[in-house]
């Protein structure tokens, strides 16, 4: 099966302007989450979809991050106008039941790099 | 508060000897963790997962061991190889909060040949 897939792999703008990053989950998926690391740090939770509901959105930084998944499948992570901190790398991942459940771990896509000048 | 740390930051081994890589957590309400590796270039890769009620699991040359007493989780490699050479993250995640994961910041494994 295809994994989880994101795009695009490296995004570089400046100070100021927009970005939307892509995900797309491993099909059948229902769970999707967001999350960044940031300048080396640990790897931190952005958000959570069940289907196209946020479950939990408690990790997003401010009102410049907005999360969509219409129709329960791809999602996207828009941020605007993106600011210098913003800088990192962003991972998607699914899993088909919930997190704590054995044999369905997250599955992690390869991330986006996103570089503000 | 909640914080899931490593004791070491990079570990050096040589090829065939067993690694061992800690991690310390300090909310007592997590009960399930994962261990993750992490490849230049590629997403965190699922290794093993363990449930609080639980002291040691295994899979395939690898161990997580689980103290609960000292909030105190551990991976280890047996005969480690070159391809193991990665970045790995032990996680939580804290029975009420969803799907939601903590990570801890990660340790490079280094294997030497």
């Known amino acids: 099966e295809a994994g989880v897939t994101q795009f695009p792999s490296h995004s570089v703008i400046e100070k100021g302007q927009t970005v939307t990053l892509r995900c797309d989950p491993i099909?059948?998926?229902?769970?999707l989450y967001w999350y960044r690391r940031v300048m080396g740090k640990e790897i931190k939770f952005l958000l959570h979809?069940?289907?196209?509901?946020?479950?939990?959105e408690s990790g997003m930084p401010n009102n410049r991050f907005l999360a969509e998944r219409t129709g329960g499948t791809y999602s996207t992570l828009k941020v605007q106008p993106a600011e210098l901190e913003d800088s990192g790398v962003y991972f998607c991942a699914s899993s088909q039941a919930g997190v704590s459940s054995y044999n369905s771990p997250l599955h992690f896509g390869n991330g986006t790099r996103l570089t503000v000048t | 508060g909640e914080s899931v740390g490593l004791h070491l930051p990079t570990l050096s081994v040589q090829e065939g000897d067993n690694s061992i890589i800690n991690c310390a957590y300090s909310n007592s309400a997590s009960d399930y963790f994962i261990w993750y590796k992490q490849e230049s270039g590629k997403g965190p890769q699922f290794i093993i997962d363990?449930?609080?009620?639980?002291d040691k699991r295994q899979g395939q040359r690898v161990t997580v061991l689980l103290n609960k007493t000292v909030k105190h989780l551990s991976l280890q490699i047996a005969a480690t190889q070159p391809g193991d050479s990665a970045v790995y993250f032990c996680a939580e995640n804290i029975g009420n909060q969803g799907g939601k994961l903590i990570f801890g910041q990660g340790t490079e494994l280094s294997v030497k040949p």
């Open positions: 099909s059948g998926h229902d769970n």
């Open positions: 363990i449930r609080s009620n639980m």
């Open positions: 979809f069940v289907k196209e509901s946020k479950q939990d």
